[in-house]
T-cell receptor, first 117, second 113 residues
């Protein structure tokens, strides 16, 4: 089945530093990947749509200079949280769709738990 | 903007009891998907519904898409402890980006053995 690998699983960083999260599609090509953010006991909030070879599309209210997205190849998208602050602490998850059709949904990475201290 | 609400937020059942979660969208959906997220885990795709009034079954799980394509439900018969987790509906709306999923607020299911 389709696999999306996300690293790191968890990271603790100091306030003011930047953190890069990688999302790889292991057995399929993904021209589009999605980045979500999830606070404890809440739903997934779409942050941005990552497009291979072009600029990401950000959802309203998401700072593009704060959350840098790069989709340099068909199998890799990265999210960099720049100048992280404690309020950026959250669970970040990427997803992609391997195949279109009735029986296929989106495959999610295992997520990255970011703690900014 | 589009909003997708689910009720209840939380449900605690005894093993063997049935469970239902309801999903309501503020806009008409082109399709609805359902995902399950175990505690500490990531969402896992369960099913997709596309047609108005569609009903699909997966063993003890029954999924329904409303006639107006603005609501959906997931019913679990005779819950088991392995059913524990948060169930999310997620949809894409007509007129929006066809591949952009908006997640519902989720229903957390706890099953007591």
């Amino acid at each position: 089945g389709a696999v999306v690998s996300q690293h790191p699983s968890w990271v603790i960083c100091k306030s003011g530093t930047s953190v890069k999260i990688e999302c790889r599609s292991l057995d399929f090509q993904a021209t589009t990947m999605f980045w979500y953010r999830q606070f404890p006991k809440q739903s997934l909030m779409l942050m941005a749509t990552s497009n291979e070879g072009s600029k990401a599309t950000y959802e309203q209210g998401v700072e593009k200079d704060k959350f840098l997205i790069n989709h340099a190849s068909l199998t890799l998208s990265t999210l960099t949280v720049t100048s992280a602050h404690p309020e950026d602490s959250s669970f970040y998850i990427c997803s992609a769709r391997a195949r279109r059709g009735m029986d296929y949904g989106y495959t999610f990475g295992s997520g990255t738990r970011l703690t900014v201290v | 903007g589009q909003q997708v609400m689910q009720i209840p937020q939380y449900q605690h059942v005894q093993e063997g009891e049935d469970f239902t979660t309801y999903c309501n969208s503020s806009t008409t959906l082109s399709n609805i998907q359902w995902y399950k997220q175990r505690p500490g885990g990531h969402p896992v795709f369960l099913i997709q519904l596309v047609k108005s009034g569609e009903v699909k079954k997966q063993k003890r799980l029954t999924f329904q898409f409303g006639e107006a394509k603005k609501n959906s439900s997931l019913h679990i018969t005779a819950t088991q402890t392995t059913d524990v987790g948060t169930y999310f509906c997620a949809g894409t709306s007509y007129g929006g980006a066809t591949n952009k999923l908006i997640f519902g607020t989720g229903t957390l299911l706890a099953v007591q053995p």
